[in-house]
């Protein structure tokens, strides 16, 4: 590598010596052509003595050899300062490629003379390309170790009833079949989750967009888990405008289930209000509960996949923390975003924030 190094910084030398032979040729060679076409257009008047014709003679030529090795001196002079210059953060991102390639992600390459702009643009497109390589290795491994522990205690309960049921331990009654259902449900669940999660975070999460009375959808969504709530202390409150969107409306029903859901685990029972507010060109779907709300810091990553508030301020029951991961990525979907704030009592509000077109 370092004799590679070391031919570009010769080939840089070589190329600024032969740059300026060439112009110290022209600009001589070019003297002379201008000045016989001086004299064949524009002759001078009068009688013509040998002083007024110029031809080369060996003198001249000894002058132009020694501008021309001094030129040359000058050229080596300057190629060097600039190969070095040119080299420095060249190597250092050469360097720091091979480093990344060889698994060391912190690998990062040093800009050198910010004077050179491009060199230097280029330096800091791969060190932020190096770091979102970091940042996607380091969350796929926090994806991995997640999906590992949320996919372990439902395998294990299954391979545990399985296993008992047969060596006569439990018998296979309705119960038991019914809580190896449950099971199977929550690991679909949690496999329908990460593809939808998956799939936005690649674009690849398409929509089925058409006209929709979004007020009916969110109705069914709303009546479909309504027993649930109400055995759980939640009064349900529901104020819908009658419109009709371009949306997916099964995706929405899905994103406000989510969002339901997230309420019966975190929220303490009381009043849950599903509102639907239109604007000029965006209409907000929002839940809120009365509490107890978000710490600041927690707020700031509450859409992330796998995260979930601190057991010693929600009611933590199951779930697989992808909830809101999946209510972000069909706002997403649909041009909007997921949004979260505080509301006036302390309680939580969760918003989506959609077109309308």
Same mark, same amino acid.
Not at 51 to 59: H, K, Q, V
Not at 240 to 256: E, H, K, P
């Given at each position: 590598m370092k004799k590679e190094r070391g031919r570009l910084g010769r080939q840089i030398v070589l190329s600024m010596g032969l740059v300026s032979s060439i112009t110290m040729l022209i600009a001589f060679v070019g003297s002379i052509v201008i000045y016989g076409l001086l004299y064949l257009f524009a002759p001078p008047s009068g009688p013509l003595t040998p002083?007024?014709?110029?031809?080369?003679?060996?003198?001249d030529y000894l002058i132009f050899a020694i501008l021309l090795l001094i030129g040359l001196v000058v050229a080596v002079v300057i190629a060097s300062r600039l190969a070095r210059r040119i080299l420095a953060p060249l190597n250092s991102l050469a360097e720091s490629a091979r480093r990344?390639?060889?698994?060391?992600?912190?690998?990062?390459?040093?800009?050198?003379?910010?004077?050179?702009?491009?060199t230097a643009h280029l330096v800091d497109d791969f060190n932020a390309m190096a770091v979102r390589l970091q940042r996607m290795t380091s969350d796929m491994t926090a994806w991995n170790a997640a999906i590992a522990h949320e996919l372990r205690t439902p395998l294990t309960i299954l391979r545990?009833?399985?296993?008992?049921?047969? %060596?006569? @331990?439990?018998?296979? *009654?309705? #119960?038991? &079949? $019914?809580?190896? /259902?449950?099971?199977?449900?929550g690991l679909t669940r949690l496999v329908d989750d990460l593809h939808i999660v998956t799939l936005q975070d690649i674009g690849r999460l398409e929509m089925r967009m058409e006209p929709t009375r979004i007020d009916v959808e969110i109705r069914h969504a709303v009546d479909s888990v309504s027993d649930t709530l109400h055995e759980a202390g939640f009064a349900v409150e529901v104020d819908?405008? %009658?419109? @009709?969107?371009?949306? *997916?409306? #099964?995706? &929405? $029903?899905?994103? /406000?289930?989510?969002?339901?859901?997230?309420?019966?685990?975190?929220?303490?029972?009381?009043?849950?209000?599903?509102?639907?507010?239109?604007h000029e060109s965006t209409f907000t779907l929002g839940v809120e509960d009365d509490g107890p709300g978000l710490a600041p810091?927690?707020?700031?990553?509450?859409?992330?996949?796998?995260?979930?508030?601190?057991?010693s301020r929600s009611r933590k029951f199951?779930?697989?923390?992808?909830?809101?991961?999946?209510? $972000?990525?069909?706002a997403l979907a649909h041009g909007g975003q997921a949004v979260y704030r505080r509301s006036a009592v302390g309680g939580s509000i969760f918003e989506l924030v959609l077109p309308r077109g």
């Open positions: 002083d007024d014709l110029f031809i080369p003679d060996p003198r990344i390639a060889a698994g060391d992600l912190e690998a990062r390459a040093l800009p050198g003379d910010r004077s050179l702009g491009e545990g009833r399985l296993q008992g049921m047969k %060596d006569g @331990v439990f018998k296979p *009654d309705e #119960a038991q &079949i $019914r809580g190896l /259902l449950f099971q199977v449900e819908l405008a %009658d419109v @009709v969107v371009a949306c *997916d409306g #099964a995706r &929405i $029903r899905q994103a /406000l289930l989510a969002l339901l859901d997230n309420a019966r685990r975190y929220a303490v029972p009381g009043r849950l209000r599903i509102a639907l507010v239109l810091e927690f707020a700031q990553q509450v859409f992330e996949p796998f995260t979930r508030a601190d057991a199951g779930g697989s923390g992808l909830g809101l991961s999946v209510v $972000r990525a069909i």
